[in-house]
């Protein structure tokens, strides 16, 4: 018993884990909470702030905060450290998170339903093409195109359906390409 409780304890650690580990992007909609602070203060700080052209939400009391490469959870100790170090608040919380919908990737070529797909955290290359209907007739399953952070690799997902350890995570902007095969 005590054996099963340790493997269920790390098993939602690990996925736990896996939650909000993309990093922030332009664009990105947070939801920033204040907590630990006057109620009034929190109606006034609380709300939802949008990732602008230059990588940054501006917020009261601090003014513009780089955002774009943190994860929520470096923004959250990024705020509270600004806003305690400005000695504007002595314990304020903060709870950054990211808006639902908001974040996506873009899977096209010979799938059977090509086009934008929500961003999930446990998001990987086989469950990406899996949500856009799976490979048509006419797919190349050894040649798919996945392009992360300008930088573009050739996955086999034939190697992936052999051993799903090698399947890949997928980030939000990520675009899979699925050519279709000549013979």
């Given at each position: 018993?005590?054996?099963?409780?340790?493997?269920?304890?790390?098993?939602?650690?690990?996925?736990?884990?896996?939650?909000?580990?993309?990093p922030l992007r332009q664009g990105d909609a947070l939801e920033i909470r204040l907590t630990g602070?006057?109620?009034?203060?929190?109606?006034?700080?609380?709300?939802?702030?949008?990732?602008?052209?230059?990588?940054?939400?501006?917020?009261?009391?601090?003014?513009?905060?780089?955002?774009?490469?943190?994860?929520?959870?470096?923004?959250?100790?990024?705020?509270?450290?600004?806003?305690?170090?400005?000695?504007?608040?002595?314990?304020?919380?903060?709870?950054?998170?990211?808006?639902?919908?908001?974040?996506f990737l873009s899977i096209g070529g010979a799938v059977r339903g090509p086009g934008r797909i929500?961003?999930?955290?446990?998001?990987?290359?086989?469950?990406?093409?899996?949500?856009?209907?799976?490979?048509?007739?006419?797919?190349?399953?050894?040649?798919?195109?996945?392009?992360?952070?300008?930088?573009?690799?050739?996955?086999?997902?034939?190697?992936?359906?052999?051993?799903?350890?090698?399947?890949?995570?997928?980030?939000?902007?990520?675009?899979?390409?699925v050519p279709q095969s000549w013979y």
């Open positions: 018993m005590k054996t099963l409780f340790l493997l269920a304890l790390g098993f939602l650690a690990t996925v736990s884990a896996g939650f909000a580990q993309a602070v006057p109620v009034d203060e929190i109606q006034q700080f609380t709300a939802v702030y949008t990732i602008d052209d230059g990588g940054s939400i501006n917020l009261p009391y601090i003014g513009y905060v780089k955002a774009v490469g943190l994860l929520p959870n470096q923004l959250q100790v990024d705020l509270e450290k600004k806003l305690r170090d400005g000695e504007i608040y002595t314990h304020p919380s903060i709870t950054v998170v990211v808006q639902a919908g908001q974040r929500p961003y999930s955290a446990d998001l990987t290359l086989m469950s990406a093409i899996n949500t856009a209907g799976g490979f048509n007739d006419f797919a190349d399953q050894k040649r798919v195109r996945l392009v992360h952070d300008g930088k573009a690799q050739v996955i086999d997902t034939r190697k992936i359906r052999k051993d799903p350890t090698l399947d890949v995570k997928v980030f939000p902007g990520d675009q899979i390409e």
